[in-house]
């Protein structure tokens, strides 16, 4: 047995430590620290750095030791024998803001605003609500109002919205084979990232975005500017709003936004809506039965708590919700990623579409 004075607190210093792993990370990002190294033909020193960035030249050289601690940079010698810094081949494919599968824009909206939002996290633990009046002095009554408090932020939680499914958003729609359904609707479709995945897995079904009339203004001015003939547009409030027919309603991080109460509220319109035989699709990244894990879904439904009314739920709590409102036949994928699909039927009379 090791002896108590032997023991070494490693896992609390490292947590302890932890938001500055995240700070490093933010800042070398926001800075373009990755995209010059990336732009560069060749290896850069710091002081080579600090001049690009405008940076004091000594901080920067702290800045990107730290980022070589944390596997993010490479270091060498070059010719003269100084030390020169490079990009890892995960950097340059996740953190450069050109990358097709880049990260920056989830990194920016976490450093500007969800950092902001955990500040008071003691508080919202204590009162079991989200904390946008202290952090952003807006009311948050209507939870999309205050997210969506100006348009800029608007664009910057799409872009975070449309950037994780570059890295997982074909898993959870290939999850299952949907080629029976030929009208899809997406529910809180945003930046349209699932539907682009959607028609280009399943070559004969028509995808409609449903989501706020503002946000299907920036989702056709920024993300899907290019006509796609099996991408619709539909603005629409799916609380207060009749839901249109279709074959199958995705919704995407929606219930995890809601309480249970709001989610069987919208399930039901769901269901009144969909075609027999039909079905609805719920993306979310789930906890394990017991709730021991996973660590993120531990965290996000923290976030959540900080951030909205809902929380990250289980498999079985969902089909809880879903059965709650008529829908039967729940199939649950686990990707083995951040996010899972859950499969759920409106029954026919003995027949589903096919
Ligand atoms: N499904 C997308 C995804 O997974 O990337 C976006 C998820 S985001 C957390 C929630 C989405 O629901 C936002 O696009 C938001 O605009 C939309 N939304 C929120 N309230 C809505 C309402 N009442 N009617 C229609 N859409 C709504």
Redesign the pocket.
């Known amino acids: 047995a090791i002896a108590k004075e032997d023991i070494y607190p490693q896992k609390i210093l490292d947590y302890m430590e932890g938001f500055m792993v995240s700070k490093t990370l933010f800042v070398a990002c926001e800075l373009g620290v990755f995209d010059h190294l990336h732009a560069s033909e060749h290896p850069l020193t710091a002081e080579e750095v600090a001049q690009e960035l405008g940076t004091n030249k000594d901080a920067t050289e702290r800045l990107l030791s730290a980022c070589v601690g944390l596997e993010l940079l490479i270091t060498q010698s070059d010719e003269k024998g100084q030390v020169v810094y490079s990009n890892t081949d995960m950097s340059t494919m996740f953190l450069t803001k050109s990358s097709p599968r880049s990260l920056s824009h989830s990194i920016e909206y976490y450093s500007n605003t969800i950092y902001l939002c955990w500040r008071y996290l003691n508080d919202a633990v204590r009162e079991g609500t989200n904390q946008y009046e202290k952090a952003f002095g807006v009311s948050s009554k209507d939870?999309?109002e205050a997210?969506?408090r100006s348009e800029e932020e608007?664009v910057k939680?799409?872009q975070l919205?449309?950037s994780?499914?570059n890295v997982c958003g074909r898993d959870v729609i290939s999850a299952f084979n949907l080629s029976q359904f030929r009208s899809i609707y997406?529910?809180?479709?945003?930046?349209g990232?699932?539907a682009k995945q959607c028609v280009s897995i399943f070559p004969t079904c028509k995808v409609t975005i449903?989501?706020?009339p503002?946000?299907i203004r920036m989702c056709r001015k920024h993300f899907l500017f290019k006509e796609h003939e099996r991408i619709l547009f539909h603005e629409?409030?799916?609380?207060?709003?009749n839901l249109p027919e279709a074959d199958l309603y995705?919704?995407?991080?929606?219930l995890?936004?809601w309480t249970d109460e709001r989610c069987v509220e919208l399930l039901n319109k769901v269901y009144q809506a969909c075609r027999p035989g039909g079905g609805v699709l719920v993306?979310e990244s789930l906890l394990y039965e017991d709730k021991s894990g996973p660590l993120s879904t531990q965290l996000y439904t923290l976030n959540m708590l900080v951030q909205?009314e809902g929380r990250e739920r289980r498999a079985s709590e969902y089909t809880h919700l879903l059965n709650a409102a008529g829908f039967r036949d729940t199939h649950v994928h686990m990707t083995g990623k951040l996010?899972h699909s859950i499969l759920a039927r409106k029954q026919t009379h003995g027949s589903t579409i096919t």
Do not use: E, P, Q
């Not at 997406?186 to 930046?191: A, I, N, P, Q, R």
């Open positions: 939870l999309f997210l969506y608007m939680f799409m919205m449309n994780i499914w997406d529910l809180g479709g945003c930046s990232a699932l449903f989501d706020l503002k946000v629409g409030d799916f609380f207060k709003d995705i919704l995407a991080r929606i995890h936004d993306i909205t996010y």
